[in-house]
């Protein structure tokens, strides 16, 4: 285990005990529409825009059956918009035909979705499941690389390696790890000062040591 990654994991718990995601959802099928137009995209933006989308398409069903410029115009504020809605419904359309109109809630069948890879696969199943899974978004990726417990160059690399690292509360360390850094560990501007790992950050220490 790399160094410091138990007392990391420990203060990650404790801070985050009760950590969930901000995307709102009801269930299993809004869950995947919401992680999926998610990608690249602030969940607040995607939270904007879900209310009105799930009100002209409640279901898997009504989603297959959606006309492609229609669900365009209803997610158009969305980052990637246009994939995302062709992604959308194609999904929608094997949920149907593979899945007898109900999410899979398996890995192995969930990748297989269009506009579905690894880490929204993984999100899924942490958020529906509290699976042991670790997924890994532009934040979980920055947090590690400061911390030195990743060194993959890649967000599907670093999961393996933080999954191999900590084996257990995946779910939650994700959850925790995304809110550190989104509000804390931030890519600009990070809010050190309000920071429960600085004594075990080099990147702290680096720039602290360069100040003085």
């Known amino acids: 285990m790399k160094k410091d990654a138990k007392e990391i994991k420990k203060r990650f718990l404790e ?10 959802f009801h269930n299993d099928y809004e869950l995947l529409v919401c992680v999926m137009l998610s990608a690249q995209c602030l969940d607040s933006r995607v939270n904007l825009i879900t209310p009105s989308l799930f009100s002209n398409y ?37 949920v149907m035909e593979f899945h007898s109109g109900i999410i899979p809630m398996k890995f192995e069948e969930l990748i297989k979705l269009a506009g579905v890879g690894e880490k929204t696969a993984n999100v899924v199943l942490c958020e529906s499941l509290g699976a042991n899974v670790m997924a890994v978004d532009t934040h979980i990726f920055r947090v590690s690389k400061r911390l030195k417990i990743s060194n993959a160059n890649t967000p599907n690399d670093c999961a393996k390696e933080l999954t191999k690292l ?47």
């Open 15 to 24: 801070n985050y005990k009760n950590a969930k995601s901000e995307l709102i």
């Open 58 to 94: 409640p279901d898997i069903k009504s989603l297959s059956n959606a006309k492609l410029i229609s669900l365009k115009e209803l997610i158009k504020s969305c980052n990637f918009y246009q994939n995302k809605a062709e992604n959308l419904i194609k999904m929608a359309k094997s």
């Open 166 to 212: 900590f084996k257990t509360d995946l779910d939650k360390l994700h959850k925790g790890m995304v809110l550190f850094g989104r509000y804390i560990c931030k890519a600009r501007k990070p809010e050190c000062n309000n920071c429960f790992l600085t004594d075990l950050c080099d990147e702290y220490k680096k720039q602290k040591k360069s100040k003085n």
